[in-house]
Nanobody, 122 residues
Framework: QVQLVESGGGLVQAGGSLRLSCAAS????????MGWFRQAPGKEREFVAT???????KYADSVKGRFTISRDNAKNTVYLQMNSLKPEDTAVYSC????????????????WGQGTQVTVST
């Protein structure tokens, strides 16, 4: 059984930083991409960042230069370092796993975590 467990969310002031983690267990694939998505209240889920098994990264324009995605393959864990946070970054952040190479569409991901809340205050 595959499980993705996110952690690291919380409340932070604008301009602050948070680091999210997502630990995967039960995966049998040898190569997979891991991504982060977010969903704010009343809005659709949107792509944030993804990283391939070889370390190729893609970012949404809205977070480029502020967020950094990384992974530890030995631990099956993906991280999202979020700096210079803005109130518009407030959302539930979820990690996901895909067999496709650094895909940005949510439909390309087949395992999802439960999400962790990130709230950025003014």
């Amino acid at each position: 059984q595959v499980q993705l467990v996110e952690s690291g969310g919380g409340l932070v002031q604008a301009g602050g930083s948070l680091r999210l983690s997502c630990a995967a267990s039960g995966l049998t694939e040898s190569r997979y991409s891991m991504g982060w998505f977010r969903q704010a209240p009343g809005k659709e889920r949107e792509f944030v960042a993804t990283i391939s098994g070889s370390g190729i990264q893609k970012y949404a324009d809205s977070v480029k230069g502020r967020f950094t995605i990384s992974r530890d393959n030995a631990k099956n864990t993906v991280y999202l370092q979020m700096n210079s946070l803005k109130p518009e970054d407030t959302a539930v952040y979820s990690c996901a796993v895909s067999r496709l190479f650094a895909v940005v569409a949510a439909s390309g991901y087949y395992y999802w975590g439960q999400g962790t809340q990130v709230t950025v205050s003014t």
